[in-house]
């Protein structure tokens, strides 16, 4: 199959033209692959700059490997876990004990770092703009943006209370209820402890949990939670209003750390995609269930 360039392009971009019913995954595989010729000549690079006239041919898996084997594997500096990866969004799995992002402090491994680094790897000139964070203490499923426009969407979905994010916490006890609400005012001192006051307070803001427990034998329970706002540690107060902090969050009151963390993850996340403004929902394995 062969197509010849009408315009000035980059590789992926005219393949995608030419076969719309491609998803832009399966056009970046058949790089890799070393199925892409062009003028002759195999290219991996998805931005490889394509002018007019140029002539592309797409190979056969057979064919494209007596030509030469596809290029190996860039070696990862970095421990990403990947759950999505298109031209708008990275979706990356946070491990607990690492920073969202850099404090004041300046630290160099944080899980944007990272991203940034990941990008970077295909195009110097990419980059990932935070769109939400998690607590360091808390893992779980993070979107990251790779336009500035696309992080301005999303960030007004976050805004507007549009984006449906399900978390699940295994904590001590088991509440007096099976399910409910938790609707707290809370306020971060300037060594960013959290406090629960009054509505009236200078600086509070409200933090409104749903929590449902999905499994117990009341030494411990595992509970689900969906959130309508997104307050620094939110849940871990919420939890501890109930009586029942979260299993290792010492500093709200837990007495025990069975897993050597805090068992909090963020486990499902849904959105309007920025590019397609299609509902997208990503899920992540309970690492404490």
């Known amino acids: 199959m062969k197509f010849k360039a009408e315009k000035e392009t980059t590789l992926l971009d005219m393949l995608a033209e030419c076969m719309p019913e491609t998803s832009r995954s399966k056009l970046r595989k058949m790089l890799t692959e070393g199925r892409i010729q062009v003028d002759g000549t195999i290219q991996h690079k998805a931005k490889f700059p394509i002018s ?5 041919e ?13 290029p ?5 500096k970095s421990n ?38 990941h990008v970077k790897q295909e195009d110097e000139k990419k980059w990932c703009f935070i769109v939400h964070r998690l607590d360091r203490d808390t893992s779980g499923i ?37 399910q409910g609400t938790s609707r707290q005012w809370l306020v971060e001192d300037k060594n960013l402890f959290v406090k629960r006051v009054k509505s009236s307070f ?4 409200e933090a409104i949990t749903h929590w449902e427990v999905a499994d117990t034998d009341n030494h411990t329970s595992l509970v689900q939670i969906s959130i309508e706002t997104g307050r620094r540690h939110q849940i871990r107060m919420a939890m501890r209003s109930l009586g029942c902090p979260v299993v290792g969050d010492e500093l709200h009151g837990a007495e025990s750390n069975s897993f050597n963390r805090v068992c909090l993850h963020a486990s499902a996340l849904e959105f309007l995609h920025p590019e397609t403004d299609d509902p997208v929902r990503f899920e992540s394995k309970i690492p404490f269930a």
């Open 58 to 70: 797409l190979l056969s898996r057979v064919k494209a490997h007596e030509i030469t084997p596809p």
């Open 142 to 178: 993070m979107v990251f943006a790779l336009h500035q426009r696309h992080k301005e969407y999303l960030q007004s979905q976050f805004a507007e209370r549009a984006v449906h994010r399900t978390y699940h916490a295994l904590i001590e006890g088991r509440p007096k209820e099976m």
């Open 52 to 56: 007019k006239g140029m002539e592309l």
């Open 80 to 117: 990403l876990n990947i759950l999505w990866e298109d031209d708008a969004i990275l979706v990356v799995e946070k491990p607990a004990g690492l920073l969202s992002i850099a404090t004041d402090k300046l630290e160099i491994d944080t899980l944007h770092a990272r991203c940034v680094e």
């Open 202 to 205: 200078h600086g509070a803001k």
């Open 72 to 76: 190996a594997a860039k070696q990862k």
